[in-house]
């Protein structure tokens, strides 16, 4: 079964390479308008996968990501409308020259071919993934989890109709339907026909494909992220961006983890940020620094009820939950230390009116996204202007941060002569 479908990812890749921008873009919006006028059919399979998902035992989490609801199917289409009205990328011309001899040389966008894509209870993924897909002119071999099939089904047969009514390849977006496991290990063997993988879940996800798989492979969305909140900072701007990093959504991998505090703002501030996140119902891990300017927070000088003192691997875990690590440091060197050893690499940020500190935090925090004074939540392929995403990169090859337009692609040189021969 695999192998045909990589065949036919194959062919229909060359196809969809060579389709004209206005093709793409009605299949892009004919997908958008199919996603709110099938909306009763996507939403009844939807429940069906949340039902069986609650029986499983998933977690909160994870019901989170796999529900969608009328607003999500309505941000799903909006994402594909944007991403039509973006330039194509494809047969772009950039790094223009022309050589002493008079040859002319630049290099050409071209679409990466075939993506297989694995992910976990997120079916607006498999609408993210197919919008950028299309409009770069890539195939993709989609496989969800078990969790999520029922709406994957129904949303991929809409893209493929989509496809279709364009005079489109529909095998340029084709679903593993099979649960069975075994059949990601063979996908990771498909070399031939596959030009990369993209895991999107857990580490687990993750490492098992870097360590079995014979396509290039993407890894990210695994985010432990932090704010540092410095002893300049706006202390009433600061709570509203940690507030808005934390509760959000606190189920997504920009959502915050941990914010260290500078010793010199810690008295004033941790107690603020207690009593106003636990409102929204945050509880806290705190590291023993954090714990004296809580204890008297709380009543008879104990600890606030919401608040737990730090566990050995609390400050590496990404809690997908509404649950935040509290830290006091004394100085931007120590922030900078505790970041180095528990980020991930995917979006950290500082809070601070100190120019200096801004940027030093700029210059020495290796993170695909960094921020000053702004709200980690913002590291997303929409927010940025990019349309949407197929994955938030953490490494560094060849993409790093949301993957959109240009991040699905790759150039080819191109050379024109007058008859040259090399002397």
Not at 128 to 136: E, F, M, Y
Not at 159 to 184: G, K, M, T, Y
Not at 291 to 300: D, E, F, K
Request: charged residues 20%.
């Amino acid at each position: 079964m695999l192998v045909e479908m990589g065949k036919q990812a194959r062919a229909a890749a060359r196809k969809l390479g060579r389709a004209s921008s206005e093709q793409k873009n009605a299949a892009l919006l004919c997908l958008a308008e199919a996603l709110l006028s099938s909306s009763a059919e996507i939403l009844a399979a939807n429940a069906e996968d949340l039902v069986a998902a609650r029986q499983a035992g998933l977690s909160a989490a994870m019901l989170d990501r796999l529900m969608l609801n009328p607003e999500r199917l309505q941000g799903m289409s909006a994402d594909l409308r944007r991403v039509a009205e973006l330039p194509d990328p494809i047969g772009e011309r950039f790094d223009q020259t022309t050589l002493p001899n008079g040859m002319s040389l630049y290099k050409q966008r071209v679409p990466l071919g075939v993506l297989a894509v694995i992910y976990e209870a997120r079916p607006n993924v498999t609408i993210d993934v197919a919008g950028l897909a299309l409009k770069t002119g890539n195939a993709i071999i989609l496989r969800g989890g078990s969790e999520t099939l029922g709406s994957n089904r129904v949303l991929v047969g809409l893209a493929r109709q989509a496809l279709q009514e364009c005079d489109l390849p529909v095998h340029a977006i084709q679903l593993i339907d099979n649960p069975d496991r075994s059949l990601v290990m063979q996908l990771l063997q498909m070399y031939e026909d596959v030009d990369m993988l993209i895991p999107r879940g857990g580490e687990a996800l993750h490492r098992f494909c870097r360590e079995n798989s014979r396509i290039p492979v993407i890894t990210g969305g695994i985010g432990i992220c932090h704010l540092f909140v410095d002893e300049s900072a706006n202390l009433e701007e600061s709570l509203k961006v940690i507030h808005n990093a934390k509760t959000q959504r606190p189920t997504v991998c920009n959502a915050l983890d941990t914010v260290l505090v500078h010793r010199k703002a810690a008295g004033e501030f941790l107690p603020r940020l207690v009593a106003e996140l636990e409102k929204a119902g945050v509880s806290f891990r705190a590291d023993a620094s954090a714990l004296p300017y809580l204890q008297s927070s709380g009543s008879n000088g104990e600890l606030p009820a919401s608040v737990l003192p730090a566990g050995p691997r609390d400050f590496d875990t990404e809690w997908l939950s509404l649950v935040l690590g509290l830290k006091v440091v004394d100085s931007l060197d120590e922030a900078l230390q505790h970041i180095e050893a528990h980020s991930t690499g995917h979006s950290d940020g500082i809070l601070t009116s100190s120019q200096a500190n801004a940027q030093r935090f700029l210059a020495e925090v290796d993170s695909a996204a960094v921020y000053v004074n702004a709200s980690t939540r913002f590291t997303d392929g929409a927010q940025f202007g990019l349309g949407a995403e197929v994955a938030v990169s953490t490494q560094r090859l060849h993409a790093r941060g949301p993957m959109g337009l240009r991040e699905l692609t790759t150039y080819k040189w191109v050379a024109v002569g007058d008859y040259h021969v090399r002397p």
